[in-house]
């Protein structure tokens, strides 16, 4: 990168005032946040494969003694929502899923943690970028009514492009970010649904059926 355009660059957010700082600020949350659920929401993360496989291994009305040492070996929001439901299988099948239930809820409020970030980058990025391009034509409105200086009024006028274009080029890639996450999310919680559900069917053909 040329000093030439490493200067135009820096002329650029500085000519954005005030408010260029504030969507400087919010575009290094967004990017914070996209790249953070990027590495949580990794599908071995959420679901290790050597856990699926062992539930799927399991036959139906074994006791899933072994299934804690997957536990220990892959932590992960499908083995603390399995973990939960082995805890209680003292208890009905009914009560269990309740417990399972709520249990996943609560990993579920997890893997959105950060998502709020992007929704509000947003809605708040292109509010920023109005209210610059605002500050910017009250500069040029009230140098036309005085001296008129070409130079004041250019720079009101890129104050008010600079942060349009910025404001808007935060809340696009956070909206489609977010967009993503949460379906992502969804089908992740349907498939660790479907494990939960396998494994609950399995255990209760046991003695601990009721």
């Known amino acids: 990168m040329t000093s030439s355009t490493l200067t135009s660059a820096a002329a650029f957010f500085q000519n954005g005032g005030p408010f260029m700082i504030l969507l400087v600020a919010l575009s290094l949350l967004s990017t914070t946040a996209i790249l953070l659920r990027l590495w949580k929401l990794r599908e071995s993360a959420i679901i290790p494969p050597a856990l699926e496989e062992a539930v799927e291994a399991l036959r139906p009305g074994q006791i899933p003694g072994g299934l804690q040492q997957v536990f220990s070996a892959h932590p992960s929001a499908l083995a603390r929502i399995l973990e939960t439901l082995l805890q209680h299988l003292n208890w009905?099948?009914?009560?269990?899923?309740?417990a399972?239930?709520?249990?996943a809820r609560h990993e579920l409020a997890r893997m959105e943690k950060g998502l709020v970030i992007l929704e509000i980058a947003t809605a708040t990025g292109p509010l920023l970028g109005l209210l610059g391009?605002?500050?910017g034509l009250v500069g040029i409105f009230s140098e036309l009514s005085g001296s008129g200086d070409p130079a004041v009024v250019a720079r009101g006028i890129?104050?008010?492009l600079n942060t349009t274009i910025v404001?808007?080029?935060?809340?696009?890639p956070s909206a489609i970010a977010h967009s993503y996450f949460q379906r992502r999310i969804e089908m992740l919680a349907i498939r660790m649904e479907s494990i939960a559900a396998d494994l609950l069917a399995k255990v209760y053909q046991s003695s601990h059926a009721r």
């Open 167 to 172: 404001g808007l080029a935060v809340a696009v």
């Open 92 to 98: 009905s099948k009914s009560e269990n899923l309740e």
């Open 133 to 135: 391009t605002l500050s």
């Open 100 to 103: 399972v239930q709520t249990k």
């Open 158 to 160: 890129s104050e008010a």
